[in-house]
């Protein structure tokens, strides 16, 4: 090697480490948010008065209702309370957020809405519109729209409407186009939203599977939540450039091991692919992100006779800890924490030690870049699982 060919390495090497140590890096724990939901969901007027006694709870985030349930059903075909809405406008003006960055309001799904009725349509989105609205008034980053069924379920193919008359594949192209309308009236009022929501195509894993095409929609047909991938397609078609849509995992309810939530990265953004139409393939990878899940009444033996019963309460805590840094660290940014029969607002039934649990897991995030993780190990995990399980097969 000549003498001139080494000098120009060495120019180069040093221009790349005069340029590295200027180089600052965002802490990859600033990017994961832990967002609040459970039955203790406030509506917008408690989020106002009460917002800065709230921000002391471990959350980066809250999920809240509004007052005006005609709103918040978006699917249903009861008319706007026009008297809640203005009540819900006023309530949005002026919440002090501070440590709560990431907040969403939260609209839910189940109706008898018919996807080919361009009335009931027309109502739907009018809705959606009010909704996201407020929410940008409220100074969310956007809507998390709960689509799992409370009663009439409008995402089931075998249980529609018109299930004699017209085809899966008819429905799936009406139901596309009812996803991108959606989607417009959401950013038409919000543009660059959030769409946080509780599952997407982590709900249908079973039809991921290698399988022929005709097989797939077969199966797809038949499933309880058969036209939520023609539904995303639709928001896929419309969504704009900033804005995000998230698959909120909802099956990591019951995660107990780390490879769990790394597994279904992969499912999520690479298996699910046969699913989305090919032109959606880009806008797939550019704005959807991978959710987790965490369910407290499930760690801490809040349900008769789940694994968390059969523990001790130093063993739930441990449980409540790794999966809280293990949901955190495989999200792509949000984590949205479950619970039903607890009420972090008012400090009713909090398990003992939840809240130091949540706090040593974020700890923990910040503390792996060092190399010091705290968490408990997957083998100390298995074991813990293993006690429980065993006591509960005894009972």
């Known amino acids: 090697m000549t003498e001139k060919v080494i000098f120009v390495f060495a120019f180069i090497g040093l221009v790349f480490l005069s340029t590295a140590q200027t180089v600052k890096f965002t802490p990859f724990d600033n990017e994961k948010k832990l967002i609040e939901y459970g039955w203790d969901s406030p509506n917008i007027g408690f989020v106002k008065k009460s917002i800065s006694e709230m921000e002391k709870k471990p959350f980066d985030g809250i999920i809240f209702k509004l007052s005006n349930n005609s709103v918040s059903w978006v699917f249903r075909l009861d008319p706007i309370d026009e008297k809640l809405l203005e009540q819900d406008l006023a309530d949005a003006e002026g919440i002090e957020w501070n440590k709560f960055t990431d907040n969403f309001i939260i609209l839910y799904c189940a109706s008898e809405q018919d996807w080919f009725n361009d009335e009931h349509w027309a109502l739907i989105t009018e809705k ?3 909704a996201a609205k407020i929410a940008k008034k409220a100074g969310c980053v956007g809507i998390c729209f709960d689509q799992e069924a409370y009663g009439r379920n409008p995402w089931s193919f075998t249980d529609s409407a018109h299930v004699g008359t017209k085809t899966f594949t008819e429905y799936e192209e009406k139901v596309r186009e009812r996803g991108a309308e959606f989607m417009k009236a959401l950013e038409s009022e919000f543009p660059g939203l959030t769409l946080l929501t509780f599952f997407q195509l982590s709900y249908v894993q079973a039809i991921l599977w290698p399988m022929k095409a005709e097989l797939r929609s077969d199966a797809l047909s038949k499933h309880l939540y058969a036209f939520l991938p023609a539904f995303l397609n639709g928001m896929l078609d419309a969504i704009s450039s900033d804005a995000q849509i998230v698959d909120g995992n909802e099956c990591a309810y019951w995660y107990n091991d780390s490879s769990n939530y790394v597994g279904i990265y992969n499912q ?17 990878r550019q704005h959807v992100q991978v959710g987790q899940a965490l369910y407290i009444d499930e760690y801490y033996g809040m349900r008769e006779n789940g694994l968390g019963f059969h523990m001790t309460n130093d063993e739930n805590n441990q449980w409540m800890q790794h999966n809280t840094y293990w949901a955190l660290s495989t999200s792509d940014r949000y984590v949205w ?6 009420n972090w607002w008012t400090n009713q039934n909090v398990p003992p030690g939840c809240e130091n649990s949540i706090r040593r897991a974020k700890q923990n995030l910040k503390d792996a870049w060092s190399g010091y993780i705290r968490v408990p190990t997957r083998e100390v995990m298995q074991d813990i699982i293993k006690r429980a399980t065993d006591k509960k097969n005894k009972k």
């Open 128 to 130: 959606a519109k009010k």
């Open 268 to 284: 999520i953004m690479q298996r699910s692919r046969p699913l989305i139409a090919p032109e959606n393939l880009k806008k797939y």
């Open 337 to 342: 924490c479950y619970s039903e029969k607890m």
